[in-house]
């Protein structure tokens, strides 16, 4: 592993593994709180409302409906029978938004961000499948066929048309930041004015935290902290936003027969496990599920292609930790990210 050297800025923001949520109650009422485990790693709702709202079933009835739709790692999802290869299933709302964001951020990234990697991603033994210990240029180059979200369809009747049979779809780059966007609508018709929703470290805020009468908080990570030792190095205000971070400092695999360590990020042009300039990107978007995307995508690009990527989409902030070659670990951020950073 490299050893990055320390670059000291005035307000020195590192982000990687997630916001996490900052506690706080109401002068008046009680905030609510829900936490547990979806999707595969956990969640937490917290609101302020006038009378107590009992949203447990209605939670875990989204997680069920989203796992249902889109989980590879569930047999009988309808994403999982599409991959099988199965053309009659009729996809639901869920999997058409997702499949309408990605198809932007894929044609905005010029192929970045493409969940049609599935297979490298089963490929490198980090997706439900079953590991390839045999993954070398040629059969890599061979997957490739089947890599680009232009050659899967949404038919008239809401059914999957892949060009190829092969194809395999996989929306974890994205899935989390629209089950964020799904519980703030849930919480939307239930009048609730004020909220935080964190699923795996994906969030959207809204209206205020009422004791403070501040945005919501959000505290950032320091990537470069130690196991066991974590560290907070800046905190910021998120309101009415979503926002998502991506980073391979930590996410990797290590194959124990070759060493070879594999980073999680998979380059959709060369079908490469590669890691970019990037050490993490945080997005600031206008819903968490395109702040998502956007930070796949902008890890697969480095620095360099999302600056340039940056200029022509809107209502897009960024906070990105690089490496350069020197190894000094520096920062660059769009000032409306800038514009949020809470002062200590």
């Known amino acids: 592993m490299k050893d990055y050297k320390r670059f000291k800025l005035k307000t020195i923001l590192p982000i990687f593994i997630s916001a996490i949520l900052l506690s706080g109650c109401s002068k008046n009422q009680e905030a609510q709180i829900f936490v547990g485990e979806a999707l595969g790693t956990t969640y937490q709702v917290k609101f302020f409302h006038k009378t107590e709202l009992p949203l447990q079933k209605g939670l875990d009835s989204i997680f069920e409906v989203i796992n249902r739709s889109m989980s590879t790692y569930q047999t009988d999802s309808d994403i999982s029978k599409i991959n099988a290869g199965d053309t009659s299933i009729v996809v639901d709302d869920n999997f058409r938004e997702v499949l309408k964001a990605s198809e932007k951020i894929y044609s905005e990234s010029r192929g970045f961000f493409d969940p049609t990697v599935g297979n490298l991603v089963n490929a ?103 196991e066991g030792n974590r560290v907070f190095e800046a905190t910021l205000f998120l309101k009415n936003r979503g926002m998502a971070t991506s980073g391979n400092y930590r996410k990797f695999r290590l194959d124990s027969s070759t060493g070879q360590r594999y980073v999680h990020t998979i380059n959709p042009k060369s079908g490469k496990s590669e890691k970019s300039n990037l050490l993490s990107a945080s997005v600031l978007a206008k819903n968490c599920t395109l702040a998502d995307g956007y930070a796949t995508a902008f890890m697969a690009l480095g620095l360099e292609r999302s600056q340039e990527m940056l200029s ?9 930790i690089y490496a350069e070659e020197n190894e000094e670990v520096k920062v660059f951020s769009t000032s409306g990210f800038k514009d949020v950073l809470r002062q200590e």
Request: overall charge negative.
């Open 124 to 226: 490198y033994g980090f997706g439900p499948e079953k590991r390839n210990n045999s993954l070398n240029s040629r059969v890599i180059d061979s997957m490739l066929q089947y890599v680009g979200l232009n050659k899967i369809k949404l038919s008239a009747e809401n059914r999957i048309i892949k060009d190829l049979p092969g194809i395999y779809l996989d929306f974890n780059a994205i899935a989390k930041g629209y089950t964020v966007d799904v519980i703030a609508e849930y919480l939307n018709s239930k009048k609730v004015q004020n909220y935080l929703v964190e699923v795996g470290g994906e969030l959207v805020a809204k209206g205020t935290n009422i004791k403070s009468e501040e945005p919501w908080i959000v505290a950032i990570d320091d990537p470069l902290q130690t």
């Open 312 to 320: 022509r989409i809107e209502d897009v902030d960024v906070y990105f």
